[in-house]
């Protein structure tokens, strides 16, 4: 006799609709009469029991923490899942992760699993922005943000590195040599950062030098590649994370563009191999692994207060990647 429980999958594959669609309707978030209806018809039809969505998710609490980044192969989110799993591992928490590949869709997958499995605290790199999570809150899910926060949620703690002071920093730097057709190559979740890069420039900004790339390093390498030719009139470029440094260095390699001399260079992550460029690049530091660290320790704080968000500083590392403005 098969006794296997009804899961969220199940549900989905009978309706017709992704596991994201079924985790918003039973958690009440947003979704068409019909969809909600169609949805609700078959959990009844299938007998459907979850876990955590439409019960009390506090009482039905198994413990750990479930943890969510957009891809573990990035040296970054691996610091900072290690700090995770550091402070995890002293106060005898298990840790569930799962990658959303920068993915709202994925990432409300992904948080719909965690909710089946009775997981009650998440710390998470937030792909999605206030409809993603609005209704996983309202389930009573004790969630951190970690390295940046969901638009419309600034009310969720969040542990965050200092991208302001960063950026300011970089800028100065780079406008400090000379330089000022300076461009700015980013990535998913970077909006505050491109905001302080445009007030940093001021009349100096050029919209045609800020560039975003999709979460892949095909994706990076293509917006690197088609920055660097299209606009040869640029002299630095400041990249928003590792990946979109290591495809900056790859382009300007393939166009034989000359670091420092033709182009200057500074990268978002101090990752190991930024020191064996030739060049070395110049880095804004973040403290990857403290991140992780100190997110977990405010999702695993309970009673009193509602814990107040972190942020930590970057520093500005200095390497042979940048030199004065080329003359035009």
């Keep these: 006799m ?17 596991v994201a669609t079924v985790s918003r309707v039973l958690s009440g978030g947003s979704a068409s009469p019909e969809t909600r209806e169609r949805v609700l018809a078959v959990a009844t039809q299938l007998d459907y029991r979850p876990s955590a969505l439409g019960r009390n998710l506090r009482q039905q609490r198994s413990g750990g923490i479930g943890l969510l980044v957009p891809d573990i192969t990035d040296s970054f989110y691996g ?17 569930i992760l799962g990658t959303t590949g920068d993915d709202a869709e994925r990432e409300a997958e992904q948080i719909g699993m965690l909710l089946e499995q009775g997981v009650g605290r998440v710390v998470a790199v937030p792909a999605g922005d206030a409809e993603i999570w609005a209704p996983t809150l309202r389930t009573g899910l004790t969630t951190v943000f970690a390295h940046r926060s969901a638009a419309g949620h600034g009310d969720v703690p969040a542990v965050l590195a200092d991208d302001r002071s960063g950026v300011r920093t970089a800028v100065d730097y780079l406008t400090g040599l000379g330089h000022r057709r300076i461009a700015y190559l980013g990535g998913p979740g970077q909006e505050q950062r491109v905001a302080v890069f445009r007030q940093a420039l001021g009349a100096l900004v050029d919209e045609e030098l800020i560039v975003f790339a999709r979460g892949s390093r095909d994706s990076a390498y293509a917006a690197a590649a088609g920055l660097l030719q299209h606009r040869p009139d640029l002299t630095a470029v400041l990249a928003g994370g ?5 495809a900056a260095v790859l382009a300007a390699r393939e166009l034989d563009l000359r670091v420092p001399k033709d182009l200057s260079m500074i990268m978002f992550d101090d990752v190991p191999w930024a020191e064996l460029c030739s060049p070395p690049l110049t880095v804004i ?4 692994q403290d991140i992780g660290y100190r997110a977990a320790e405010l999702v695993l704080r309970e009673g009193g207060r509602r814990p107040r968000g972190v942020l930590l500083p970057t520093e500005l590392v200095v390497r042979g990647s940048c030199g004065p403005r080329r003359a035009s």
């Design 242 to 246: 590792n990946l979109l440094g290591e």
């Design 79 to 95: 610091r900072l899942a290690d700090g995770v799993l550091a402070c995890a591992r002293a106060a005898g928490e298990p840790v």
């Design 285 to 288: 530091a973040q403290p990857a």
């Design 2 to 18: 098969n006794t296997r429980r009804t899961t969220i999958k199940d549900v989905a594959e009978a309706a017709g609709v992704g």
